[in-house]
């Protein structure tokens, strides 16, 4: 009789929906913080190596809140004071929901100079950035009205050790995170953006002191120095994914003739 009330309360438990997974994790792999390839750090010492080289990246539901840690491949030191932790960097998390193609956001925010996949258009952004909560969507309401309400700013981001961290209301972004897709894009903190770029730092054809190298003048590259890719296991053969998915190509006018395409990760 105690095996069969074993095995009945066995199968009974196997026909209960899966509780919803509370914790996601993603690897990436070290030496890519060089966008299609190419990219070089301005030359200023407070752009450390390996300081936009993400290494791990978690997401966990705590309480009433989700948690968004990224780790990068350098302490984090806060030079220009920002009192956050950090200084230097600057993350977007892209999250797709649902899954459904053509369901959500195919643009990236200005300054980026990339698109999503059909299959991979985003629901949510978070943005963990040094900047105050009220500066960020200022910006955020300024320069990309029509995302703005679906960007998430965590009303307080800090970095310690070699993670940088911030929180948004659970209720916020609703699902499975174990079932989204995300897509993690490292760049760097720029208090005086040009034009109409979002809080983002220029890449150009030669590396300066507050300018990335290695990639074109215009506005044609994608500006983004690491991402997620492959299986996000951190595997070595992750970094040619990422290259090939940045690969990117300008017209004769310094406008894009072929656009960078990212797609989202999953966890498995």
């Not at 965590?154 to 948004?168: F, L, M, Q, Y």
Request: glycine share 10%.
């Amino acid at each position: 009789m105690k095996t069969l009330a074993s095995l009945t309360l066995a199968a009974s438990l196997l026909s209960l929906p899966a509780f919803a997974a509370d914790k996601v994790s993603f690897k990436d792999p070290t030496g890519d913080d060089d966008g299609p390839g190419t990219y070089k750090y301005p030359t200023d010492t407070v752009y450390k190596k390996g300081s936009f080289d993400i290494t791990d990246v978690n997401v966990e539901k705590k309480g009433d809140k989700l948690e968004f840690t990224v780790g990068v491949n350098a302490a984090l030191e806060d030079p220009w004071n920002m009192k956050k932790g950090f200084s230097t960097q600057m993350v977007f998390i892209f999250i797709d929901t649902d899954g459904k193609e053509g369901s959500g956001h195919t643009d990236s925010p200005p300054g980026l100079n990339v698109q999503f996949a059909p299959a991979s258009a985003w629901d949510k952004l978070v943005i963990l950035s040094p900047q105050e909560p009220a500066r960020v969507r200022k910006e955020v309401e300024t320069k990309a009205p029509g995302l703005k309400g679906d960007i998430l700013i965590p009303e307080r981001t800090k970095g310690a050790g070699k993670k940088i961290s911030g929180a948004v209301d659970a209720a916020s972004i609703k699902g499975d995170p174990s079932q989204w897709g995300f897509q993690v894009v490292m760049q760097s903190n720029e208090g005086f953006p040009s034009g109409n770029d979002l809080l983002t730092r220029k890449v150009n054809e030669y590396e300066g002191q507050h300018r990335f190298g290695g990639g074109n003048d215009a506005d044609c590259d994608p500006q983004v120095i690491d991402i997620l890719a492959g299986d996000a296991k951190g595997d070595a053969t992750e970094i040619k994914a990422q290259h090939d998915m940045l690969k990117y190509e300008c017209a004769a006018d310094g406008s894009a003739k072929t656009k960078a395409t990212l797609t989202m990760v999953h966890a498995k």
